[in-house]
């Protein structure tokens, strides 16, 4: 199992282990910051139990495509909407339903439940109930950004993964090959910024670079601050450096 970006080396081993074995948990929990991956890689997992190429996840066999394209019929997508409405017990109940349903096209099926900390008092002990019973054919992967919120009783049953955010030479690489795959001339000073100002969040950083590139010319670090709407600020903060070191001809120059 290779996932195209995962910076939790456990959970990238431990479930690559599950994976090649041909045996895999019936429930994970993915914490951690907004934009850290744990969608993202909740869809690389079902992409590798279904997958039918020699490596797994292929990316480019059919169920590959269908799971990483979020249509596939044996994964079920509940919230990561953007709200943050509750689950309440009525969803939950129609998942409990669903859950009986055998697979169409792959081994088994994927139950993904995105914002899991958002999910009312009834709709946790709907859930808790299935948790303690899953059908086999079912595996669940619960998402979420707030750890306390999850009771204690849906936690013991589940294993649970934490993902971090990502760091800034990590994210510069990524942005970089993502830059010369959608041939956006990206320089590595202008990846710098884009990854600092991302805070962490892969997801972030790549909307920065979708709104740069509509910009003509290179995307240096430079361009990326005008873009941005950034560049006051940083000669701001230069300013406010010459003042703090009395540099009377430098602060002067760039006021």
């Known amino acids: 199992m290779q996932p195209r970006f995962c910076y939790n080396k456990r959970a990238q081993e431990t479930l690559a282990a599950f994976v090649n074995g041909g045996r895999f948990p019936h429930a994970l929990l993915l914490e951690g910051p907004e934009g850290s991956g744990r969608r993202t890689f909740a869809r690389e997992i079902a992409a590798a139990l279904f997958c039918r190429g020699e490596h797994k996840p292929c990316g480019s066999c059919s169920q590959c495509r269908k799971v990483l394209e979020r249509n596939h019929p044996d994964v079920e997508y509940y919230g990561g909407d953007g709200s943050r409405r509750s689950f309440h017990i009525d969803t939950i109940r129609q998942l409990r339903q669903n859950a009986w349903l055998l697979p169409g096209e792959a081994p088994c099926r994927v139950c993904v439940l995105c914002g899991a900390e958002n999910m009312t008092d009834q709709a946790q002990n709907a859930l808790l109930k299935i948790l303690e019973e899953p059908p086999e054919h079912l595996m669940f992967i619960l998402a979420t950004t707030e750890l306390h919120k999850v009771p204690a009783t849906i936690l013991s049953r589940c294993q649970?993964?934490?993902?971090?955010?990502?760091?800034?030479?990590?994210?510069?690489?990524?942005?970089?090959?993502?830059?010369?795959?959608?041939?956006?001339?990206?320089?590595?000073?202008?990846?710098e910024i884009l990854a600092r100002m991302a805070n962490g969040a892969l997801r972030d950083a790549l909307s920065l670079l979708d709104q740069c590139r509509v910009a003509q010319g290179q995307l240096d670090s430079r361009a990326v601050l005008d873009i941005l709407g950034l560049a006051g600020s940083v000669q701001t903060v230069e300013l406010m450096d010459c003042i703090l070191r009395r540099d009377a001809a430098g602060a002067l120059t760039r006021l």
Do not use: V, Y
């Open 160 to 191: 649970r993964f934490t993902f971090k955010r990502i760091l800034p030479r990590d994210m510069e690489k990524h942005l970089l090959g993502i830059a010369q795959a959608e041939q956006i001339d990206l320089t590595p000073d202008g990846a």
